[in-house]
């Protein structure tokens, strides 16, 4: 469990599926993911996420929760192959806590998390070009803008711009 001053990051663990699914069952929340973060977000599409999040002694999805409710989720995915040192960011968090300054809380504590855990010298995440907020944030963390990928985007019908944001182990832009 990672303690931070807004909320709390920890493992997903049965018995959060109510206050997950509240949270994740929403279409602005879900405008912003990829398609397989299921919508509408069901109770079993809950214990699913938990199932598949609990007992790991190195979790790599936490739970994001105030006062032990899960109010949003973060997690990265740690890329293979000729990546396998980078990891990609993820991020959501339920609409009644925008703006609150929790999610800059939650990515700060995850890249901190992420470096000292895995094996990454690189986080990044891909962010809507429609949302500012999510860029906010990732600026905020530390995250820089490394590129515009035009059109990469499709979702809801719509095409979109992609931000990718990077953020750098410490240490990590100095030669081998």
């Known amino acids: 469990m990672i303690s931070l001053s807004k909320c709390r990051l920890r493992s997903f663990r049965f018995g959060d599926e109510i206050s997950l699914q509240e949270n994740a069952n929403s ?46 989720g973060i997690g990265i995915t740690q890329q293979t192959d000729i990546y396998q040192q980078n990891a990609e960011i993820g991020y959501w968090l339920g609409e009644s806590f925008w703006n609150k300054g929790i999610m800059t809380e939650a990515v700060k504590a995850m890249v901190d998390y992420t470096f000292a855990n895995f094996q990454v010298i690189r986080i990044y995440a891909g962010v809507f070009d429609h949302n500012i907020p999510s860029m906010r944030v990732l600026e905020k963390a530390g995250f820089q803008k490394e590129a515009i990928h035009k059109k990469a985007i499709y979702k809801s019908g719509e095409v979109y711009d992609e931000h990718l944001y990077t953020i750098l182990k410490p240490g990590a832009d100095k030669p081998l």
């Not at 929340?29 to 790991?56: E, G, K, Q, T, Y």
């Open 27 to 72: 279409t602005a929340v879900w405008m912003n993911l990829r398609n397989s973060f299921p919508h509408p977000f069901s109770v079993n599409d809950a214990i699913s996420w938990i199932s598949l999040n609990r007992n790991n002694p190195k979790p790599n999805n936490l739970a994001i929760t105030i006062n032990d409710d899960v109010v949003g």
